[in-house]
């Protein structure tokens, strides 16, 4: 029986991350099944509710102002539109709406004013209500708890030793501190990282040790594959091959084994046969539409298609959790 450990050591991942991938893939789905129903999978929709104009320096990104990419800044969405969207979503059977701003951080001002009062009707919908708008104080998180917000995503990226190099206008503490300021809100952390980054293997296990060892982990970690985004300085990254995806998928959901362990980025270019290794492996969750913020995603009748081919059906929203206001 399997036991959840915030004590990891930097050794038992390395070891659990080269085991070899069969035997990996056999033991994360042994632990994929104590804990959830290896036939169920959680819909999320992701909406990009400000688009472009972020002043950080992140490699990857198309809505950094300091790339030359196709995204052109925009204001941010008005509530009705957001809330039409958000119907949308739940029509089309996602459990989960999440709302992203390229902001560097949260401000109080009338942005973040109109985003508490469409999480709050979001909430009242039914759907677990989710939001990434960057860095966050106490008492911004204590905002959003109130307003009925279910999770925060604040990814870590990479690992610590490998950050400076993808990012260099926030720490990687930075990002530590947000995600303490949303648990001691009592909020939910989706946190994950991307993968292909020209990160080594050594920096994907140093992430997954500083996830893993949190007082509480994240109830969902996002696992993504980079998307070369022309403009950004790694458009000339390569593709990452299947098992790497595996093998991280797999290692995070045996050192996290109540986490949702999210496919995320990447998935357009997966077939279906890459993306049910990943199913069997331990993922348990994919964003649903065409769009990922800025960049592909798999079309609404490929993703049902794949539904029906794997007998795969979609979580309830609040799993477990009793009452959601």
């Known amino acids: 029986m399997s036991t959840i ?32 129903d290896p036939n169920e999978v959680q819909v999320c ?8 104009g972020c002043k950080e320096d992140c490699s990857y990104c198309s809505q950094s102002v300091r790339y030359n990419t196709h995204v052109k800044p925009e204001k941010m969405m008005g ?45 009242g919908m039914g759907m677990e209500v989710c939001v990434t708008l960057g860095m966050v104080n106490e008492q911004q998180a204590q905002k959003l708890k109130e307003a009925g917000l279910h999770a925060y995503n604040h990814n870590l990226d990479t690992g610590k030793e490998y950050y400076d190099k993808v990012i260099t206008t926030r720490t990687f503490d930075d990002r530590l501190d947000t995600i303490h300021n949303l648990q001691k ?11 292909g980054l020209g990160e080594q293997h050594e920096d ?33 990254n390569e593709r990452v091959p299947v ?32 993306q049910a290794m990943c199913f069997m492996a331990g993922a348990n969750s994919i964003f649903a539409g065409d769009k990922l913020l800025t960049t592909p995603n798999p079309e609404k009748n490929d993703d049902n ?14 799993k477990g959790e009793g009452a959601h206001v």
């Open 79 to 123: 509530a009705d539109d957001i809330i039409v969207k958000a119907k949308q979503a739940k029509q089309a059977g996602s459990t989960r709406f999440c709302m992203g701003a390229a902001w560097r951080e949260v401000r109080e001002n009338r942005d973040f004013d109109t985003l508490l009062n469409v999480v709050s009707e979001v909430n």
């Open 5 to 36: 450990r915030n004590n990891w050591t930097r050794e038992e991942i390395t070891e659990i991350y080269n085991t070899p991938i069969m035997e990996l893939m056999y033991r994360a789905g042994t632990v994929h099944r104590e804990f959830h």
């Open 185 to 195: 809100a009592n909020v939910n952390v989706c946190s994950g990282g991307i993968i």
């Open 305 to 318: 298609h794949m539904f029906r081919i794997l007998n795969l059906k979609p979580r309830v929203a609040f």
């Open 204 to 236: 994907r296990i140093s992430m997954l040790h500083t996830l893993s060892t949190l007082p509480k982990h994240p109830e969902s970690v996002p696992v993504n594959a980079l998307v070369a985004v022309e403009g950004t300085p790694m458009e000339g």
């Open 45 to 52: 929709t992701l909406l990009s509710v400000k688009t472009g």
């Open 243 to 274: 098992w790497d995806m595996v093998r991280m998928i797999a290692t995070a959901r045996i050192l996290m084994p109540k986490a949702m362990v999210r496919l995320s980025a990447g998935r357009k270019e997966m077939p279906l046969s890459e």
